[in-house]
């Protein structure tokens, strides 16, 4: 029993990422206006149902990008996302959408602000399991040709590529669809894609990845629907 209890743990933790800075944290309320009981999350959740926190957010206080998801396993069955990212960003939920979160996960460097990164995630608006990566990377391991959504941090663009070991069609995705600034200058930088389909990219095709631009064909969108935007920080809700 203690092996498989320890297999279990390992599988886990390679399903998440653990933050060991101030990179990302998330201050978690069950009353709007950050009152109430909380909880400071720094790692992926992907059932609060262990924490005894399911269904219970209406306010956060976070710095980084966090996901909140309306079912268990980062949305394994179909349901709404909040996405959230900024320094030191109070959120108050509307009380239609309070109440509703069962996992959460950051997004980017567990150590440092603004490391550059990529994750590519298994279905659309940030859904499912998720391949993580700072460097190039020639597959995506399980996720290879599973990818429906992307998020960027830090400065660097990425080059994306149909095929493995960098081959095939290709485009470049750059960190540039929301910038925040805390109150001491400190900048993050984000590139938030809840769709490959809106790139120009085949669902379910990202075969490799590479750091720079490297393709001729370079993205550009409109920036993402948000409930607020400020110098600080946004946040937004997206529907399946
Ligand atoms: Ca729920
Ligand atoms: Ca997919």
């Known amino acids: 029993m203690k092996v498989l209890a320890l297999l279990a743990l390992c599988v886990g933790a390679a399903l998440g990422k653990a933050t060991r800075g101030n990179a990302a944290y998330t201050y978690a309320y069950n009353e709007p206006g950050m009152n109430g009981f909380y909880q400071l999350f720094t790692d992926y959740v992907p059932n609060l149902l262990t924490s005894n926190f399911d269904n219970a957010i209406s306010s956060v206080y976070q710095t980084g990008m966090w996901l909140y ?3 268990v396993e980062y949305n394994q069955a179909s349901g709404r996302v909040y996405w959230v990212h900024g320094i030191e960003i109070s959120v108050d939920f509307p009380q239609e959408y309070s109440n509703m979160c069962s996992s959460l996960k950051f997004v980017g460097s567990p150590d ?6 990529w994750t590519v995630f298994e279905g659309p608006i940030f859904t499912g399991s998720e391949y993580y990566g700072e460097a190039d990377a020639a597959n995506l391991g399980s996720l290879t040709d599973q990818g429906s959504s992307i998020i960027l941090t830090g400065t660097s663009p990425w080059t994306f590529y149909d095929g493995n070991s ?4 290709s485009l470049c995705l750059y960190p540039n669809t929301d910038q925040d600034t805390g109150s001491q200058g400190q900048v993050l930088n984000y590139g938030i894609y809840p769709d490959v389909k809106d790139l120009g990219i085949t669902d379910n095709t990202i075969g490799s990845v590479r750091k720079g ?3 001729k064909n370079v993205v550009k969108v409109e920036p993402l ?3 607020y935007r400020g110098r600080n920080g946004a946040w937004g809700i997206l529907e399946p």
């Open 225 to 227: 629907k948000a409930e």
């Open 166 to 169: 960098w081959t095939g069609s």
């Open 112 to 117: 440092y602000m603004n490391v550059d990164t």
């Open 69 to 71: 998801y309306e079912n």
């Open 213 to 215: 631009c490297w393709s």
